[in-house]
Structures are given as structure tokens and as C-alpha cells.
């Protein structure tokens, strides 16, 4: 029997979110010809894990795509915030208009360097391609090591998998976490008659209006989403660091405010032991430091734009509770928001650092060819956001670009 010779692109795009086809565009513009590889349908992450409720956090205008008429902004753009639903029709529409050549359901299973590019092998067959961008997105979920010492039969999920409180047996919820997700999902449980703990470790506070606008305008005009990765003064912390306490809406959402609907705030989860949750006594520095860099944050608004604001009030920290049984009732499930991170297990080359991350420089990696992108504060702050897609694709096409135009040029092999 004959081997099938893998069909040729110069460029196979794995992953057809936002990111994706934001290159797709790019390249379509230059003329180089691709092929976008996604696993289920156009928007799959927006359509399987996010919850019902889920809005963005990011205001209409942060939702820029290149190809697309910009918004003209007014001040109505700081107060929409898509559902995950349309989210998922956005990108949808998007990739129809910019007649995106993507071929769904094909997982990418391995992508391998040969003598002329890469052989890229998929759930239908495999494609050759002398260029592979990746941009598949952070689609797996983080839990601790920990998780492992749940009592059995405790129920628990990730961010990643929860839908709504109806998913959980009646009663006490922990949520381990108080990033965006964890905060939005506590809130969500507590206002559903559940009585919820959340675990708080280090975490990015934010007021969701300051001076009238919506934060993340101001976060614009001082030009924090513009700072390059290459000058960020520590960017693997910053690529680390965990989002806003934000929702989507007018209303702030934080620690404060999650106590007075009720919910009991705890310091990090530091382990459990025979049935019993402990939690750390760092609650009040973990607040402190909240508290310090949100006066940062709002300080540098102030200098840039002139003037001052009236700032939140401090972090109320409760009485320490350093414990919580999981067995007498008091929790009765378990909600990990820790954390998600990329899955770029399908990729055989060297490019993986000690903690299994992908090593690049601005979305470049080492071996020639491969790029990639999607992932927080890749170019710029802004990266970690949809918004960022824009300027992270022009960029890394015109690096493609370059490289395509120079007769001399590496292969990946
Ligand atoms: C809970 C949550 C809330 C968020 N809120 C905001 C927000 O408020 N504002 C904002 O701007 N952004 C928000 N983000 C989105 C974030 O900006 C994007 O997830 C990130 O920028 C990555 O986008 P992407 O297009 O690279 O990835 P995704 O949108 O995740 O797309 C990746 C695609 O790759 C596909 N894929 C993965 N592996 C394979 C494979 N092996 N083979 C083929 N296809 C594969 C997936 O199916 C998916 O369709 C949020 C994300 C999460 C998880």
C-alpha cells in the first residue's frame, strides 16, 4: 500500500478562537496560503468551558478584531459586556467574514519538525507545512497537587467545567481561588442560598469604575495595555499573574463586597488533612497587597491623566478561620478556580521550559517557524486580552512574512 503524501500550506493555524483566526486575516491580507486546524467548531472554547452566566470582563470596545469596522467609540462602549454566547457567535461571524479556511473537527495530535517544515498529524490525516502557529489557547484546567486529599466521594469541579449552582449537591460550597473566576463564581453560588467559603491567596483587585469611566478606559489612556513584554520589569510574573476581581457590568466585585452578600472569606488553602480544609493566616497581607497595588494602579491613572479620584475603601478583613470540615456538612462541595493553563502536549520539539510552559520570545519560538500565540501578555499587556489579537497578529505575520521573503532562510529540520 501506497503512503498519502500529507497535503502541503505554508502555514497550518492550530486553533480557530479569536487568536487564530486574527492571524488567519493577517495572512489572508499578505497572501500566504494556510489552512486553521480546529479540534471542534469555530468558538469551541466560548461554546464548552465557560459557565452560563460568564460576561466578559473587558467593556464592547475591547472586543477589536482586525478586518473588522472599528467601533466609534462613546461613552455607552464602556457599559457592554458580552455573554460567553455571543462571544462565541462574534468569532463565529468573524471567521465567515473574513472567509476563514478553517477545517473543523481535526484535533491536531502531533506537530514534528521535518527536513522541510513540519508534519502536522490530525484526527483526519496529517498536513505538511513549512510554518505552524499555534494558538490553541489555555484550555486545561490547573488544580493542586492537593486536590489529590479530598475526602472521596466530595464533589468537586473546575472553573473550566462549571455551568451553574444546579450543578452542585445543595449546601456549603468552597471556591479555591479569588481570581476573576472564582470571585464571579462565588458570587453566583452565594446569591443561589448556598453558604460559600472562598479561599483567597494572592490576587489583582480592581474598581470597576473609577472617576466616572470604566476602569479599563483608564487603564487604556495610561497606557498600561501598550507596555511590551520585553519591558515589562519581571514578565514570567507577569505572564503568571492572576486576572482582575472583575464582572462584567457597573458594579464592583470584591472581597468586600462578596462579605457583604455573605459569603466567608478565608486565607489560601494550604491543605487538607482527615476531612478538614486549613487555610493559610495570610489573609491580611494578601489583602495589604491588593490593596497597595490597586493604589498603584489608580495612581498611575492619576498621574497620566491629571487629577485624582476617590479610591476604594481597604480590604475589610475579617476574623481568621484557619479551618473548615468537609465531612460534618458544613462543605459539601468544591469549586477549583486555580487556574487554566495551554495544552501543547501534541508539540515534539524542544521548546518547553522546566515547568512544561512553551518557551518564545513576543510569541517566536526557537526552532524556525513555529509560533505562537494567544497567551497573556505575549507582546503586551494587552495580549491577555481579545483586544490584544489585533497588534499580537499583525506583529507575528509580519515576523512571518520576513522570514518567507528570505531565500536563505531555516527550515525547521
Ligand atoms: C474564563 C475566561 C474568561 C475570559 N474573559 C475574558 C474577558 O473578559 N475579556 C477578554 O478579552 N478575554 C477573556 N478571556 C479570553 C482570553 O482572552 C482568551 O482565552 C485568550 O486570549 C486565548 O484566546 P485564543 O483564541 O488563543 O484561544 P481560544 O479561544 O481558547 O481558542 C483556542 C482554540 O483552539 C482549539 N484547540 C485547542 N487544542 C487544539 C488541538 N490540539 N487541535 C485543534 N484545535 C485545538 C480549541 O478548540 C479552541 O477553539 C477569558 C478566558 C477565560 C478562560
Not at 467601533?71 to 476563514?100: C, H, K, N
Request: hydrophobic share 40%; net charge negative.
Amino acid at each position: 500500500m501506497t503512503k498519502r503524501v500529507p497535503p502541503r500550506t505554508t502555514v497550518v493555524v492550530v486553533g480557530a478562537g479569536h487568536s487564530g483566526l486574527a492571524v488567519s486575516q493577517r495572512l489572508g491580507a499578505e497572501g500566504i496560503d494556510h489552512v486553521m486546524l480546529e479540534r471542534g467548531e469555530v468558538a469551541h472554547s466560548w461554546r464548552t468551558q465557560r459557565w452560563d452566566s460568564l460576561r466578559l470582563l473587558t467593556p464592547g470596545w475591547m472586543n477589536r478584531l482586525p478586518g473588522l469596522p472599528e467601533p466609534v467609540l462613546g461613552p455607552a462602549d464602556d457599559d457592554e459586556f458580552l455573554t460567553a454566547a455571543q462571544v462565541a457567535s462574534l468569532v463565529t461571524g468573524y471567521a465567515d467574514t473574513i472567509s476563514a479556511p478553517v477545517h473543523e473537527n481535526v484535533g491536531v495530535e502531533r506537530v514534528s519538525p521535518t527536513d522541510d517544515g513540519y508534519l502536522v498529524e490530525t484526527s483526519t490525516g496529517p498536513w505538511s507545512a513549512e510554518n505552524v502557529v499555534l494558538a490553541t489557547g489555555s484550555v486545561r484546567g490547573v488544580t493542586p497537587a492537593l486536590a489529590a486529599d479530598l475526602p472521596p466521594g466530595l464533589p468537586s469541579v473546575h472553573a473550566i467545567d462549571y455551568r451553574r449552582p444546579s450543578q452542585l449537591p445543595p449546601g456549603g460550597v468552597l471556591v479555591v481561588g479569588a481570581a476573576a473566576s472564582g470571585v464571579q463564581i462565588a458570587a453566583e453560588l452565594q446569591a443561589s442560598g448556598r453558604q460559600v467559603t472562598l479561599a483567597v491567596g494572592e490576587h489583582v483587585r480592581a474598581p470597576r469604575r473609577y472617576r466616572g469611566r470604566d476602569i479599563f478606559a483608564w487603564i487604556d489612556a495610561a497606557g498600561v495595555l501598550d507596555e511590551r513584554w520585553d519591558e515589562v520589569e519581571d514578565v514570567v510574573r507577569a505572564r503568571r499573574l492572576s486576572s482582575f476581581q472583575l464582572v462584567g457590568g457597573t458594579e464592583t466585585l470584591d472581597l468586600n463586597t462578596l462579605q457583604e452578600a455573605g459569603v466567608r472569606v478565608v486565607g489560601k488553602l494550604a491543605g487538607l488533612r482527615e476531612g478538614t480544609a486549613l487555610f493559610s493566616g495570610s489573609l491580611t497581607n494578601m489583602a495589604a497587597l491588593a490593596d497597595l497595588k490597586l493604589n498603584r494602579l489608580l495612581n498611575t491613572i492619576d498621574e497620566t491623566v491629571g487629577g485624582t479620584g476617590e479610591r476604594p475603601e481597604p480590604t475589610r478583613v475579617p476574623a481568621p478561620v484557619l479551618s473548615a470540615s468537609l465531612t460534618s456538612g458544613e462543605i459539601r462541595s468544591v469549586v477549583w478556580a486555580t487556574g487554566i493553563k495551554p495544552d501543547h502536549s501534541f508539540l515534539d520539539a524542544d521548546v518547553f521550559d522546566h515547568k512544561g510552559a512553551i518557551r518564545h520570545d513576543g510569541g517566536v519560538t526557537g526552532p524556525a517557524g513555529l509560533y505562537v500565540t494567544g497567551l497573556p501578555v505575549l507582546r503586551r499587556r494587552r495580549s491577555t486580552y481579545i483586544d490584544g489579537a489585533r497588534a499580537d497578529s499583525a506583529d507575528l505575520v509580519s515576523h512571518l512574512t520576513r522570514r518567507l521573503a528570505d531565500p536563505t532562510r531555516r527550515t525547521a529540520g
